[in-house]
């Protein structure tokens, strides 16, 4: 997802977001959250163009509306992690309400890690809401485990999993 794709979306010009990645976007505007991230995440784009390779992927659903099922991706570079380490990666996604429970995340996580495998990473950190039960099903099955917390500002107390090759 470009810088281009995003502000497209945060200034609600949705046909060309759409345009951009030749998808079809669901209805709504973002909420205050995920307008929050959207620009957090052209933020750290224009400061850094490379860091784009790291940041979110749209989840597309292979069929012919090509429907924007969500979005999945690190939260930046090796390094930038809730654990501290130098050399890990931290995975992030988010499914929209009308699409969960198919499968479509742990689907996009597992790609990543492989992807940032074929990099020559091979430790991953995740953050997830002590309640967010859907999400800890995912981590769990694919191996994380768990190794501290942390407080996030946006999300509050999270639990910080952690998953080595």
Do not use: C
């Not at 749209?58 to 924007?68: D, K, N």
């Not at 931290?90 to 940032?116: C, D, K, M, N, S």
């Not at 991953?124 to 039960?133: I, L, T, Y």
């Amino acid at each position: 997802m470009s810088p281009a794709f995003m502000e497209a979306i945060l200034e609600d010009r949705g046909s060309e977001a759409e345009e951009l990645l030749g998808l079809a976007l669901p209805n709504g505007k973002p909420d205050s959250h995920d307008e929050r991230w959207l620009r957090h995440r052209v933020d750290q784009m224009r400061r850094d163009p490379e860091v784009q390779k790291w940041l979110s992927r749209a989840l597309v659903v292979r069929e012919q509306e090509r429907v924007m099922v969500g979005s999945a991706g690190f939260h930046g570079q090796p390094g930038v992690n809730s654990a501290g380490h130098a050399m890990a990666l931290e995975v992030g996604y988010g499914i929209f309400p009308e699409h969960r429970r198919q499968g479509y995340a742990t689907e996009a996580v597992t790609a990543l890690l492989e992807w940032a495998r074929q990099q020559g990473i091979d430790h991953f950190v995740a953050s997830v809401a002590p309640d967010n039960e859907p999400s800890l099903a995912i981590i769990h099955r694919l191996g994380f485990v768990r190794t501290g917390e942390h407080w996030d500002d946006d999300d509050g107390l999270e639990h910080v999993f952690e998953l080595e090759a």
